[in-house]
């Protein structure tokens, strides 16, 4: 589920943004030694950081309106993957859980 960010303007009028796992999607089977996560986070943030499995925050990169991570390196299985983001007074606000299974072993067709 995403984490929706809300923010004050001038006057009473506030603007919401999502901070979510684009790709893949919730429950979907990747089946690809890399893969590129795509994030949707306002682009006006000061950080935007992924983990996966619970590990190391890793730095996200902005480009086309959104934060991509490449990830490699995995092994087959259940995967949870969280994104971070540090807001400009130094807030933390992090997303829910996000489901995904790699398989990278061929099927083979009877």
């Given at each position: 589920?995403?984490?929706?960010l809300r923010r004050k303007h001038?006057?009473?009028?506030?603007?919401?943004?999502?901070?979510s796992?684009?790709?893949?999607?919730q429950?979907e089977?990747?089946?690809?030694?890399t893969?590129?996560?795509?994030?949707?986070?306002?682009?006006d943030l000061?950080?935007?950081?992924v983990?996966?499995?619970?590990?190391?925050?890793r730095?996200?990169?902005?480009?086309?309106?959104?934060?991509?991570?490449?990830?490699?390196?995995?092994?087959?299985?259940?995967?949870s993957?969280v994104t971070?983001?540090?807001?400009?007074?130094?807030?933390?606000?992090?997303?829910?859980?996000?489901q995904c299974?790699v398989?990278?072993q061929p099927?083979?067709?009877?």
């Amino acid at each position: 589920m995403p984490v929706i960010l809300r923010r004050k303007h001038q006057g009473k009028k506030r603007e919401s943004a999502r901070l979510s796992v684009d790709f893949p999607r919730q429950g979907e089977i990747i089946s690809f030694p890399t893969y590129t996560l795509r994030l949707s986070a306002p682009q006006d943030l000061k950080n935007v950081e992924v983990s996966i499995d619970g590990g190391a925050w890793r730095a996200c990169r902005q480009a086309e309106g959104f934060w991509w991570y490449d990830w490699s390196d995995y092994d087959d299985g259940e995967h949870s993957i969280v994104t971070r983001v540090e807001l400009r007074e130094g807030r933390m606000l992090a997303s829910e859980p996000h489901q995904c299974f790699v398989d990278l072993q061929p099927k083979r067709v009877p």
